[in-house]
């Protein structure tokens, strides 16, 4: 990326399911949801989004080999996506395990998102 235009963040869980990968979308639907960019377009070579780059850094606890980096990446609506994961987050009792929520322990998983976007 050569130019850093804006920074967002956000954390996600997975209360029950022990799912790093939903916590990490929910980290980053959390990162952009709360936000509007209504000049991005004119920021952006040619006024186009597709030329829009997104550099997503997840902090995860557990489970770094399970994450499902193509469910991740389209959490993003626009540009080209790049995750990287490091590690950090959380990872705490939920303080009960729920057999019917996939529950396989009393863990729950708290995801840190990071979202640059740029070109």
């Known amino acids: 990326m050569d130019r850093l235009l804006f920074i967002q963040t956000g954390m996600g869980t997975d209360v029950h399911g022990q799912n790093i990968t939903k916590a990490s979308v929910r980290a980053v ?3 952009i949801h709360n936000n509007s960019m209504p000049g991005i377009k ?7 989004l597709d030329n829009m780059k997104v550099n997503v850094k997840l902090a995860v606890p557990y489970d770094h080999d399970q994450i499902k980096y193509a469910e991740v ?3 993003i609506p626009y540009g080209d996506v790049n995750v990287e994961v490091i590690d950090g987050g959380m990872r705490t009792t939920s303080g009960i395990v729920l057999e019917d929520k996939d529950d396989k322990n009393d863990q729950m998983y708290i995801v840190i998102a990071s979202v640059e976007v740029g070109y």
């Open 29 to 31: 639907k959390n990162a």
């Open 42 to 48: 004119a920021a952006l070579p040619d006024n186009s």
């Open 73 to 75: 990446e389209e959490a």
